[in-house]
């Protein structure tokens, strides 16, 4: 899981990169302009800060927010960590984070009167289980899927947990965590329309921001 972003105006020329969950203990080494941040428990690498990010990677300059970095600047990237004498490397991650699911099955969350557990489809052979509260979901609808490793338009990051003690391996998304254009300002899932994208695909946002007209 490879998870990155880059504000140049909150945070400078520092390019983020996060590998797994924070976790309450943690070890910090800086070495060349870059820091590690490490689990202090078992050594397990939580992600890397990599200062002056621009002169490692020039292209950083015309983003803002998240960045989706592909095979050939992961390798700069543990270039600079080799360097810097690191030798807990990057892996790159290209899979898509937010996809089109279906929802197949629905039941009753066992502690709560408002959550429902759903096995949500997203490939031809793939389904995860996904506890959700949108007051609009149901069997049979398709709706966005934050994967783990996504990151919400608010920063907020997807990873594997538990709701009320059940397992959900994910987010189904309304228009309002989408930040959807021209949404309305309500809670709900945004259902997709049988014809506008096919389960598993990778969401086309920049089509999902013609979906409300504008007012």
Known sequence: MLISSYNP?????????????DEKSQRTVIRDDVAQITSQKDNK??????????TILP???KENGQVFLNKAAVAKLNAKLAAA???????????????????????????SDHLKITQTR?????????????????KGIKAVVALP???MPDGKIIWPGALMGVKSDGMLCGFRELKMKNAPDK????????????VGEAVDFKKADTFFPAN
């Open 187 to 198: 809670k709900g899932l945004w259902i997709i329309p049988d014809d506008w994208q096919a």
């Open 122 to 138: 997203i490939g031809q052979d793939q389904t995860v289980q996904i506890v959700c509260g949108s007051p609009n979901v149901k």
């Open 59 to 61: 292209e950083l300059q």
């Open 149 to 151: 490793g996504a990151m």
């Open 45 to 54: 690498l939580l992600g890397y800060n990599f200062m002056h990010a621009s």
């Open 85 to 111: 004498g690191f030798d807990q490397q990057l892996t790159a991650d290209l899979t898509p984070k937010f996809v089109v699911g279906y929802v197949e099955e629905l039941k009753d969350h066992p502690k």
């Open 9 to 21: 105006n909150e945070m400078g020329d520092i390019l983020v990169v996060i590998t797994a969950p």
